[in-house]
């Protein structure tokens, strides 16, 4: 026995030297990635409880609308409505894959279109809460060669930079051949290379324009220092719990994500601006945007005093009602009421989101086959607080 456990003992002391070093590895890895940015979560609180009363009053109204606009299942997609980050009425009708016929579900991702914008807008407004850039800084301080020496962050996200839409300069053959995918980078390349002129002085006017988010997008690749994609995954779809969201990638998603359709289920097919993120290519469900809200109006994730700037109506030249902030479309009315929303639309797909702040309410309509109609969900805030869009107490449109 005496031998025995002198063989043994220096056996047993590196073993258990080697165990604890494991150990002590393994402990050291485990606090770092906890404290990381890219491990921490968010607790998403929802607000007083509804009554089963309050929930079946709206249901009933919001049920007759969806009928009314989406007959026979229609709409293809998924429909959420939400109060406290309390889902009222939801459903998911339609295919997310006609070839397969893969039924859509609350976990079907589908292409969000320009309702990205206000994802891409508040990763850059918690950065600027990080410190990490400031809302009137030159671009030309962050975008190496960038060629429009007055165009700031802040007028990247409210469309008054003057840049020109890379749909309109790029679809020329001497500018881009249209059989190369087009990426971000290429686009700001092209921009210093074919000395892409403003359309207008930067800041005299607004202008709807997806190259204004293309370029926040490479700003987020530079001030993190990581991909579009990652970033947008540190900054709000982990944090936020949006298991179901993702940027997408043209080489790596293109087989696996839901296509989108015309409105006869004809596929509609990739073109070479189907890379570009930023302005859109975030592909998402109801229930992830609905987090994506809870965590937007929640003044524990995000900085009201950012939110309020983002609220504010930037586009003001012309009198009218429609408006837009820092990556959100409003309609201010001269009542004093307010409604926030962004639409979306690229090749087949459809989505609108709407916001509203006061009531606590979330409305997400998401489709992947062509349909206007999508756009029609906002009247829905009718039932919840003063806006004028006229709906009976059937929910049917006067």
Not at 3 to 22: A, E, G, R, V
Not at 180 to 198: A, P
Not at 217 to 237: G, Q
């Amino acid at each position: 026995m005496t031998s025995i456990k002198k063989t043994n003992i220096p056996q047993l002391l590196l073993l258990l030297f080697l165990l604890t070093s494991c150990k002590q590895k393994n402990d050291t890895d485990s606090i770092l990635s906890d404290n990381t940015e890219t491990n921490k979560s968010f607790v998403l609180k929802e607000g007083p409880k509804l009554s089963s009363e309050y929930i079946n009053s709206k249901k009933n109204a919001i049920n007759h609308f969806y009928n009314k606009n989406w007959p026979n299942n229609s709409l293809n997609g998924g429909f959420l409505v939400a109060k406290n980050g309390q889902i009222i009425f939801e459903k998911y009708e339609g295919y997310s894959n006609y070839k397969t016929k893969s039924e859509m579900t609350s976990s079907s991702a589908l292409h969000i279109a320009s309702v990205s914008k206000v994802m891409t807008a508040t990763a850059i407004l918690k950065l600027i809460d990080e410190k990490k850039l400031t809302l009137d800084q030159k671009v030309t301080t962050l975008l190496k060669g960038f060629p429009y020496p007055d165009v700031t962050v802040k007028t990247l996200l409210n469309h008054r930079s003057g840049i020109r839409n890379y749909s309109y300069f790029t679809d020329k053959k001497e500018i881009w051949d249209r059989h190369k995918m087009l990426s971000n980078q290429e686009m700001l390349n092209l921009m210093i290379s074919k000395k892409i002129n403003l359309e207008f002085r930067t800041d005299s006017r607004f202008s709807y324009c997806n190259t204004n988010y293309a370029m926040l997008a490479l700003i987020i690749e530079k001030v993190t220092a990581t991909s579009y994609k990652e970033a947008m995954k540190n900054i709000i779809f982990k944090p936020l719990g949006m298991t179901d969201t993702y940027v997408f990638d043209f080489d790596k998603d293109k087989q696996t994500a839901n296509p989108s359709y015309r409105g006869n289920f004809s596929l509609y097919y990739w073109d070479y601006l189907d890379a570009i993120y930023g302005d859109k290519n975030i592909y998402s469900t109801p229930r992830d945007l609905l987090k994506f809200d809870m965590g937007r109006n929640d003044p524990n994730f995000f900085n009201p005093k950012l939110l309020q700037q983002a609220f504010i109506p930037y586009s003001n030249e012309h009198k009218g009602q429609n408006n837009y902030g820092l990556g959100i479309r409003m309609i201010n009315w001269e009542t004093g009421q307010n409604l926030y929303f962004h639409n979306g639309w690229w090749h087949g797909n459809t989505s609108a989101y709407i916001t509203l702040p006061e009531e606590k309410v979330t409305i997400i309509a998401l489709s992947n086959k062509f349909n206007r109609m999508t756009y029609k969900v906002r009247n829905l805030a009718a039932l919840f607080g003063d806006y004028p869009f006229k709906l009976d107490d059937n929910g049917k449109e006067e």
